[in-house]
């Protein structure tokens, strides 16, 4: 007696296995790397959203209840946000907002005027010297900040600067100056030459194609830049935090010297509750302006 599982099978139903067989492989081959993108993301996601998440956690929770490890609300209170503006207590979080502001528009404004011009001509100009000026640049965005305090802290006590808002402002244009100069002249770097040679044979100046072609076209790139530039001058600390004064404090500094409502014990849960106000706006800037983000950040990485 021969059984159904030893009868010879045709070759039509061989292949309809065998094409059954590919398929299955194409879909573990397609659904693999996506599962495992998935997974990376989140835990990518859980691990920058965890710090931020506490610290909302902390800002709500009232001050005997500091350290309790609930990981979800409790003992919610809103005085936490009340010492943080709470001038009797020495917290000037509202006047150190505003220094803020403004000490990170100018930079963000002076670093793209300069940084704009000197990556144009990095990236489309010959002249003598290049790349010795883009290497001195480079060296700039490497010099660690802690070892420019002493000279920066003598010189501004010389000429009378200790404590003012170009004090602080200066400083920062030092570190931003190099993110600028190189993020845009790697979008300059793989421009079309056609353009800016069509807008010289119309007539126009050097001058004028950059400001009447060039620049047009180069907007995501330097509004990502300025994104970029004003995070990195609204986050710095250490700088600001040996030359600036009781007026010219920013956020950074004037949270880490903040007093609680408490004598002698650290006011945690206000400054979370700081950490929160001063986090809040770059979130929704970044979240506002996504998409201008990562077209910037790619528009100079694909030759046209």
């Not at 292949?15 to 998935?38: L, Y």
């Not at 959203?49 to 609930?70: A, E, I, K, N, Q």
């Not at 207590?89 to 670093?111: D, E, K, P, Q």
């Amino acid at each position: 007696m021969t059984l159904a599982a030893d009868r010879p099978r045709s070759p039509a139903a061989t292949r309809r296995d065998r094409a059954a067989d590919r398929s299955d492989v194409r879909v573990r081959r397609h659904h693999g790397p996506t599962v495992r993108t998935v997974v990376q993301a989140a835990v990518i996601a859980v691990w920058c959203l965890l710090p931020f998440y506490w610290m909302v956690v902390t800002s709500f929770r009232d001050v005997g209840y500091t350290f309790d490890p609930t990981p979800w609300f409790t003992h919610v209170t809103l005085d936490n946000y009340a010492t943080a503006f709470s001038t009797a207590l020495g917290n000037h979080l509202g006047r150190a907002l505003l220094n803020s502001v403004f000490i990170g528009i100018a930079v963000t404004v002076i670093a793209l005027l300069v940084g704009t011009s000197a990556a144009y001509a990095l990236a489309r100009l010959e002249f003598r010297g290049k790349s010795l000026i883009a290497g001195a640049i480079l060296a700039a965005s490497m010099f660690p900040g802690v070892a420019l305090i002493s000279p920066l802290f003598q010189l501004f006590t010389d000429i009378g600067w200790m404590g003012s808002y170009q004090a602080l402002i200066l400083p920062s244009i030092s570190f931003v100056l190099p993110l600028t100069v190189y993020t845009l002249a790697s979008f300059f770097r793989e421009m079309p030459w056609d353009l800016e040679e069509a807008a010289r044979i119309d007539g126009c100046t050097r001058v004028q194609a950059f400001r009447r072609i060039i620049l047009p076209l180069a907007a995501p790139a330097v509004f990502t830049t300025a994104i970029l530039a004003f995070i990195s001058s609204w986050n710095e600390y250490l700088i600001s935090s040996q030359l600036s004064s009781d007026a010219t404090q920013p956020v950074t500094v004037a949270i880490a010297s903040f007093a609680g409502s408490q004598p002698h014990q650290e006011p945690y849960t206000a400054v979370m509750a700081a950490g929160t106000i001063v986090t809040i706006p770059l979130v929704v800037l970044v979240l506002v302006f996504q998409r201008r983000i990562v077209a910037g950040l790619t528009a100079g990485g694909v030759k046209g």
